[in-house]
Structures are given as structure tokens and as C-alpha cells.
């Protein structure tokens, strides 16, 4: 079993589904992919809208005066916050691994909540993965720095790491 685990910023194109599967299909094993999408901490969302609100009043810029939620509602905001971002990830997910195995690949997943490189080294660690494909949007000014996901993963890992950049969805 060749496993491969792959770290994608959005979810899986068809057009990336294809260009994945194509770069594996000289390799004499069975390859399996692991698919893993990142979520959203909906909790720092949360109060960061909360502080926008605070910070309104205090600049003294007119705007519906909002009363300070209480600890339940802040709880509940977040929670129903991250439950909404959860499940937009996990569609995310399951199509990324539907695109994968609709080209008879064997293809699992999972959603990260923490941060995506901490999830894609445990993830190696799980599978054995052989190898690793990141798949972002360009980010010219992480990647110039060497402080995006794949220069780390190379720094980290020990395993080879492929960076591919997103095709526009279809």
C-alpha cells in the first residue's frame, strides 16, 4: 500500500482530483488517499466580532448600541458558529474524497481543527503515509518567505512533499 496524504486549502476540484490520481499512476502499489481539510476556529471568529462591535463604541463611531452578550450566549454563538463551520468543511471533505474514489481511487479523510501542519504530520505518523501533496491557492508572499504549508512540511516531516496549486473549480 503506497499512502499518500494530502493537505488541501479548499476542496478537491475535479480538475486536481484528476491531476492527483495522474501523478500516482505509474506506482506499482495500491495508493490510498488521505484527504485533509482544514476548519475554521469558529470561536476566534466569534470574538473577533465581538471585539469589531467593542471597538465601535470605543472609537465613537455610530453604530446600534449592542449589549454585551452573556457568557451562555457567547458559548452558544461559538458553538452554533462551529457547528456551521464543521459542516461546511466536512461537504468539503466528502466531495474531495466522492472526486477520488469516482476515478477508482481508495480515498478516506478529515477535517483539522487545530492547525493544518500539527494534523498532517500526525496524520503520516497514522497511515505511514510515503508521501505527502499540498494543494493551496497561490500565496506568493508565504511562499517567498518559505513559511508556507509545504516549505514547512519539507522542514518537518521527512517524507517527500509535492505543493501543487489549486485549478479553478468546475
Known amino acids: 500500500m503506497y499512502d499518500v496524504v494530502m493537505l488541501v486549502e479548499e476542496e478537491l476540484s475535479s480538475p486536481d482530483a484528476d491531476r492527483v490520481v495522474g501523478l500516482h499512476a505509474s506506482v506499482p502499489d495500491h495508493v490510498r488517499y488521505h484527504v485533509i481539510v482544514p476548519c475554521e476556529d469558529a470561536q476566534a471568529r466569534v470574538q473577533s466580532s465581538l471585539s469589531g462591535l467593542a471597538s465601535t463604541e470605543f472609537y465613537g463611531l455610530t453604530a ?28 468539503a471533505l466528502e466531495r474531495s474524497i466522492d472526486r477520488l474514489r469516482s476515478l477508482g481511487q481508495d480515498a478516506t479523510g478529515l477535517i483539522a481543527h487545530g492547525r493544518p501542519l500539527d494534523e498532517l504530520s500526525e496524520q503520516i505518523q497514522r497511515v505511514n503515509g510515503q508521501e505527502v501533496v499540498v494543494l493551496t491557492r ?10 508556507d504549508w509545504s516549505s514547512q512540511a519539507r522542514r518537518h516531516l521527512g517524507v517527500p512533499v509535492l505543493h501543487l496549486l489549486e485549478a479553478h473549480n468546475s
Open 138 to 147: 497561490p500565496h506568493v508572499v508565504a511562499e517567498f518567505f518559505h513559511v
Open 64 to 91: 446600534e448600541r449592542h449589549s454585551i452578550a452573556s457568557e451562555d450566549e457567547m458559548r452558544t454563538a461559538q458553538r452554533q458558529a462551529q457547528e456551521a463551520v464543521d459542516a461546511q468543511a466536512n461537504a
